[in-house]
């Protein structure tokens, strides 16, 4: 086959030069031959001497979907170094230029996490009440439900009718660490119920509420997988229910809306509980805004607050942030 014949010397920068042009041959094994290295390549290269030999097929897996995807050498920078991966389903973010290639992206996905059976692209922001997003189909199976395990639980969900994020698997990891024996929590926005299955190891009960049908769906199963008795599943817009219930611990899981719930989220909190708010903020001002908006409310109510802690949960937008602010109920 066709080969690219330098010194060793130059080797090192040949090769990173070869996979940057996307012209490196997949598979097979780079040679030695005396001082000089030998590369197998797909096309000639100009300004390289042109040489043919034989090559002993590598064993070696690739790591990344980036090593044996098959796109244009001056798109190779933009291939994505992350996606998501729910359950068996694997969820990547495309740019513009990318999205004519999908399908090969997908593949080389495919081919190289064999755990994955589908790809999807997110093909809009997560948006409406339901906080769900339009995916559009890469490669593998066209199915969208799965279970997802995280912190020893299961979960069951179909990624194209539920909000689920696997990033935030550490956060929910650290608040059930706070949790106590014997509370009861209230989780206002539940989705499938990965706070809530999680939290009922501990919890005497949780009443887990989503407006979302699909998610109460899951929930229901959710709580029979992981045999969680305790979870109580609760349809419709949170605003109904809180107030009449008075919890140890409150989770508020809807960062882009969370604020205009925080009077339901005090009122339903007993004197002494803890309250979980989310948010999202600019680098330039994280919790000064959100911390107004929770003494405000807590005024309104005539209770009292004292904050516990805030902390950056994961990056959202360029200089935007996923934050997190705990506070107690007085
Ligand atoms: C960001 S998701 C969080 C889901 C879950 N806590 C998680 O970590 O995966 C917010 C959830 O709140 C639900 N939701 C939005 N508005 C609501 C409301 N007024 N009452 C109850 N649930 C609501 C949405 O359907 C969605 O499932």
């Not at 999202?280 to 107004?292: A, R, V």
Request: charged content about 30%; some cysteine.
């Amino acid at each position: 086959m066709l080969a690219i014949k330098v010194p060793k010397r130059k080797a090192e920068r040949v090769r990173r030069r070869l996979l940057e042009l996307g012209v490196l041959a997949r598979g097979y094994s780079i040679k030695r031959e005396g001082d000089f290295v030998l590369f197998p390549v797909t096309e000639r290269v100009e300004g390289f001497e042109l040489v043919e030999s034989e090559f002993k097929e590598s064993r070696k897996r690739p790591h990344s979907y980036r090593e044996v995807v098959d796109v244009p050498a001056k798109l190779r920078p933009l291939l994505p170094s992350s996606f998501d991966i729910i359950g068996d389903i694997a969820i990547i973010e495309l740019p513009e230029e990318l999205v004519p290639h999908g399908r090969a992206i997908g593949e080389a996905i495919l081919k190289v996490h064999r755990h994955i059976k589908a790809v999807f692209a997110k093909g809009s922001a997560v948006s409406g009440e339901y906080r769900v997003r339009e995916l559009m189909h890469l490669a593998g199976e066209r199915r969208t439900e799965t279970i997802h395990r995280e912190n020893g639980i299961r979960l069951k969900l179909d990624v194209a009718r539920v909000y689920f994020s696997p990033r935030l698997a550490t956060e929910r990891m650290r608040v059930f660490k706070m949790a106590k024996r014997g509370e009861v929590v209230l989780d206002m926005f539940a989705g499938v119920g990965p706070y809530s299955i999680l939290l009922a190891k501990k919890a005497d009960v949780v009443f887990a509420c989503d407006i979302n049908p699909w998610a109460v769906k899951y929930l229901e199963e959710n709580r029979r997988l992981n045999r969680r008795e305790n979870v109580i599943p609760i349809l419709g817009d949170v605003r109904k229910i809180s107030g009449r219930l008075k919890a140890d611990r409150v989770i508020m899981n809807l960062p882009k809306f969370a604020r205009d719930f925080l009077r339901e989220a005090i009122a339903s909190t007993r004197r002494g509980g803890v309250v979980h708010y989310y948010g999202f903020s600019h680098e330039s001002d994280l919790f000064g805004m959100h911390e107004k908006a929770i003494l405000k409310a807590a005024g309104e109510l005539g209770r009292e607050v004292k904050i516990l802690g805030r902390r950056k949960v994961r990056p959202y937008a360029p200089r935007q942030f996923n934050i997190a602010v705990d506070f107690r109920v007085l």
